[in-house]
């Protein structure tokens, strides 16, 4: 389980990096993520499982690395791949 602190800044780190496309919509289709679950984690009401927050990061890995703190979110063999 995360902290209330953890969904918050993933809350507006990920309000953040959605900025840069024209709608939610569009990077639910993109990430092939259910909205009404996005709309969850852009709230702060829920935090992605592995899985989605991988495709989450993935998608947006280039703005992630310079935007998002979210050590804590990936293992270690993750962060060597995307240095």
């Given amino acids: 389980m995360q902290s209330n602190d953890d969904l ?3 809350s507006t780190n990920l309000q953040f990096l959605c900025g ?3 709608s939610i919509s569009e990077v639910c289709r993109r990430l092939e993520i259910n ?3 996005f709309n969850r984690y852009l709230n702060g009401k829920a935090f992605p499982s592995f899985k989605n927050l991988k495709k989450i990061c993935d998608f947006l890995v280039w703005r992630a ?3 998002l703190n979210c050590r804590r979110c990936f293992s270690p063999e993750y962060h060597r791949r995307i240095r």
Wanted: charged share 35%; proline share 0%.
């Fill in 65 to 67: 690395k310079r935007s």
């Fill in 8 to 10: 918050e800044n993933f």
């Fill in 35 to 37: 909205r009404q679950q």
């Fill in 20 to 22: 840069f496309y024209s």
